[in-house]
């Protein structure tokens, strides 16, 4: 077991909680923190305080895991709305846009002066093709 | 004691039951909090008095400097003041501070780098009537052996500085502070399989180190 096999090790460390900072470490350290207190009270201005709030409140993401985290999601979320913009719909609406295709078709169709593909990809207007025959 | 000329933090949450701290009162830390809370500020000169040298204990053996020690440790409870209104009480106060403390001297000693000085605080006279430091200098046949306490420290401090941050926040949680791997793995965010692991492979490198004051 861990404990066992390196308790001559964990006995050596252990002496380490002789080394102390000496007696009156703490009262001394109560005021001085009491007095960095007032300094920054009277040196900070409201704003200071805010970012400093700001700060202490967002640190979580200056974290390197969660900034990796934060980062995938913008660049997930940037990805999103790009694709909004170029007109590719999301999968919900597919069938919707399968419908407006036909019925472009159909008024295509339906309209002479339109360009119908010949097989070679060469286009040319229907009324033409009629007047062919 | 000195007036307290603090002013109290901004917002006033309930604190909830949390889990026991060992070796502290849970119960009065939670009236502790809540007191600080609503803005009595000789409630946390309290709580600072009560964890000052654990923590003080946690930072040194993290960094071997006392200086920084010292400033590191005003910049924790600082922090936590001004984070008290969010405490929630989700956990206990005890493992809430010390996580503030972990990270923050975990940033420093990142921060700082190969730029790190080492400057020891004195041994205390109790470490002679030590049963841990009579049977570290006593060899199996009975014999006293010369220990030099100040190269005995010096050593101790120099094999801990060349663990790495996460190696050395381990021992110092558990071999010198006497934390639990449940606890430690709260304080750190870590399971309790990783705290195990850190540790038997931080002993290993400090088996080696130390190797001719354990034979």
């Known amino acids: ?133 | 004691m000195e007036e307290s000329t603090l002013s109290a933090p901004a917002v006033a949450l309930p604190v909830i039951p949390s889990e026991p701290a060992p070796g502290s009162s849970a119960a009065e830390d939670r009236d502790l909090v809540a007191r600080a809370q609503n803005g009595d500020t000789r409630a946390f000169d309290d709580l600072i008095r009560k964890y000052t040298n654990k923590l003080y204990g946690l930072v040194y053996n993290m960094t071997s400097n006392r200086e920084d020690t010292a400033d590191l440790l005003q910049e924790v409870f600082a922090k936590a003041y001004r984070s008290l209104g969010r405490f929630m009480g989700k956990s206990s106060f005890y493992t809430w501070i010390y996580s503030i403390a972990v990270n923050m001297t975990l940033n420093h000693i990142k921060k700082r780098g190969r730029h790190m000085k080492v400057s020891l605080d004195d041994v205390d006279t109790g470490i002679e009537n030590d049963p841990d430091f009579i049977a570290v200098t006593t060899a199996k046949t009975g014999v006293g052996r010369e220990v030099n306490i100040h190269e005995l420290q010096k050593r101790l401090n120099e094999a801990m500085m060349k663990l790495s941050e996460d190696h050395r926040t381990v021992v110092t949680l558990y071999d010198i502070q006497g934390h639990q791997h449940a606890e430690i793995s709260r304080m750190l965010g870590v399971s309790e399989g990783t705290v195990r692991s850190r540790l038997f492979y931080a002993h290993r490198q400090l088996q080696a180190y130390l190797e001719d004051f354990i034979k």
Do not use: W, Y
């Open chain 1, 1 to 133: 077991m861990n404990d066992e096999e390196f308790e001559d090790i964990r006995k050596l460390m252990r002496l380490k909680r002789h080394e102390t900072p000496g007696e009156g470490f703490t009262d001394s350290f109560i005021k001085e923190f009491h007095r960095r207190q007032r300094d920054v009270a009277q040196q900070q201005s409201g704003l200071e305080r805010f970012m400093q709030m700001l700060g202490d409140k967002f640190e979580a993401f200056l974290n390197p895991k969660c900034g990796l985290a934060a980062a995938a999601a913008v660049i997930a979320l940037v990805a999103v709305m790009l694709n909004g913009f170029n007109g590719v719909a999301p999968a919900s609406n597919q069938p919707a846009q399968a419908v407006s295709k036909v019925e472009d078709a159909k008024k295509k169709a339906e309209d002479p002066d339109k360009l119908q593909n010949k097989p070679n990809g060469v286009a040319i207007p229907i009324s033409d093709l009629k007047g062919s025959k």
